[in-house]
């Protein structure tokens, strides 16, 4: 064992999966200094806590941004989210630095997927509404009108970024029949695409063609508030619209006019701006609206399996080796 003063000081922004704390600690060369809470650090206390870290094992409600890496001072080589999604982390200004970066993709597709799923399944069924009319007396008979939505079979289904994710829900849509899958992006992706025979098409044709839109692409300058006024104006009255990438790609302003006016069907957000979201927030005074609290890749192995993942991202740069998933800056 060496001594304190030898080992790598190492900052934990929060309470983590306890597989994920003991691949850190069994590994002997960090001295952990830890958040130890469910809630976010404090800017404060993460300023505090960084200063002269070598690693940063942090998540995406931490901003780690320019005066963070001050604070952080010259120590600093690897900053390890538990997450896939980087625009919580100014990337600019940690490539200036030389620091590496460590994120969990892969491992969190099947239950980002399964959740988008269902979470497309509630939304287009219902599932909320009805079961609060369950509770509240609304059900007095079977009705041949009531709580009617839209169905998968024969649909057309648009994926906003055929990435891991986005592939990984259209395979699982796909056995409910849909009938034909259109994708967006910077460019086409053949090789996804071949797998759910999707058709390439620009944003606006997407809009205008399927019956379920979801966004499942990257948050960066260019996909804020992607998803606006003008978008929804090319939607379907029928349509559903789904979100589980950022809120940001989304503007909720503009979601809710949509959604009040009828202009759209009904939207399904895992995902908003800010989170929480306020309970006071428009968007919760929606029928049409269900939203979940960024729940995406929140099954007890997934989560524990990105903690782990994260730490050894980080001890890898901290030992100055290969990472089992770096980004590339
Ligand atoms: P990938 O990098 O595999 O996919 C990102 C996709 O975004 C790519 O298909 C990319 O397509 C697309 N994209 C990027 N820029 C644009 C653009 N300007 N217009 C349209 N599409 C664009 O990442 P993952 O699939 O692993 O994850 C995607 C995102 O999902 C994460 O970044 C994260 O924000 C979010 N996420 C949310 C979770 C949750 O809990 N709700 C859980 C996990 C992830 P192309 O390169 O062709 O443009
Ligand atoms: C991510 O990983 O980016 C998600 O938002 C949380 O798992």
Redesign the pocket.
Known sequence: MKAAQQLMKVFVTRRIPKDGLQALSESGICNIQQWDSDEPVPKEELLKGVIGAHGLYCM?SDKIDHEVLQAAGPNLKVISTL?????HLSIDEIKKRGIRVGYT??V??D??AE??VALLLATSRRLMEATEEVKNGGWTTWKPLWMCGYGLSGSTVGI?????????IAQRLKPFGVKKFV???????PE?AAQIQGEYVP?NKLAEESDFVVI?????P??KD?CNADLFSKMKKTAIFIN???GAVVNQDDLYQALSAGQIAAAGL??TVPEPLPTDHPLLSLKNCVI?P?????TYATRNTMSVLTANNLLAGLKGEQMPSELKL
């Open positions: 995406l997450s896939v999604g980087f625009d993709p892969d969190l597709t239950a980002t959740l988008t906003v970024g055929l990435g891991r994710i986005g592939l990984a994708y967006t992006g910077r460019q086409p992706r996804a944003l499942s692409c990257s948050f960066s260019e996909t992607m589980t990438s950022r895992d995902v979940l960024h729940i995406g890749s929140a």
